[in-house]
T-cell receptor
Framework: NAGVTQTPKFQVLKTGQSMTLQCAQD?????MYWYRQDPGMGLRLIYY???????DKGEVPNGYNVSRLNKREFSLRLESAAPSQTSVYFC???????????FGSGTRLTVV | GENVEQHPSTLSVQEGDSAVIKCTYS??????FPWYKQELGKRPQLIID?????GEKKDQRIAVTLNKTAKHFSLHITETQPEDSAVYFC?????????????FGRGTSLIVHP
């Protein structure tokens, strides 16, 4: 049982480049989320998808876009990467609002 | 919106001691409170959670208590071991039409010295 799978695990981008972070879950969860984690800042929500076909902004959405491709997959796109987007990105999913998250293993992104 | 304060930011204990991490929340409508453990370089993992209709929940050496009146909840770890060393995050959330956003605390770095 894979749980939540994120790719890639590591990425280095130059300023202005674009990329897509992929996330897939095999637990039939309705809700999926993208967080970024920076030292001392905890987990900050970028975007979320409460159910297939819906997406909403979180706390820090600027510079990002998302696509809920189907129930399993939720991707995060950086259109023009900036050094401020250097971070560790986590995808997560949950069955419903009062169940905990299952997190992916994370993507460590460096923008130079 | 909800605001979650977590204290302390760092906690250092000797092996065998107890550790307590406290979170306070602002929105009295919050009714689900999970705790996550994140080891260095790893993903956060759910270790215990509590719902607002329960005051305390235990799982072996870990317990969580909830005081709805005071709007705070705490994680208690007894007989700490070096493998308990990690960053612990609390969160608070409320159900709203099936769509909710949990608010996380900023984390507590627990160091257990052998």
């Amino acid at each position: 049982n894979a749980g939540v799978t994120q790719t890639p695990k590591f990425q280095v981008l130059k300023t202005g480049q674009s990329m897509t972070l992929q996330c897939a879950q095999d637990m039939n969860h309705n809700s999926m989320y993208w967080y970024r984690q920076d030292p001392g800042m905890g987990l900050r929500l970028i975007y979320y998808s409460a159910s297939e076909g819906t997406t909403d902004k979180g706390e820090v959405p600027n510079g990002y876009n998302v696509s809920r491709l189907n129930k399993r997959e939720f991707s995060l796109r950086l259109e023009s990467a900036a050094p401020s987007q250097t971070s560790v990105y986590f995808c997560a999913s949950s069955e419903r609002w009062d169940y905990g998250y299952t997190f992916g293993s994370g993507t460590r992104l460096t923008v130079v | 919106g909800e605001n979650v304060e977590q204290h302390p930011s760092t906690l250092s204990v000797q092996e065998g001691d107890s550790a307590v991490i406290k979170c306070t929340y602002s929105d009295s409508a919050s009714n689900y409170f999970p705790w996550y453990k994140q080891e260095l370089g790893k993903r956060p993992q759910l270790i215990i959670d509590i719902r607002s209709n329960v005051g305390e929940k235990k799982d072996q050496r870990i317990a969580v208590t909830l005081n709805k009146t005071a709007k705070h909840f705490s994680l208690h770890i007894t007989e700490t071991q070096p493998e308990d060393s990690a960053v612990y995050f609390c969160a608070a959330s409320m159900g709203s039409g099936g769509s909710y956003i949990p608010t996380f605390g900023r984390g507590t770095s627990l160091i257990v010295h052998p």
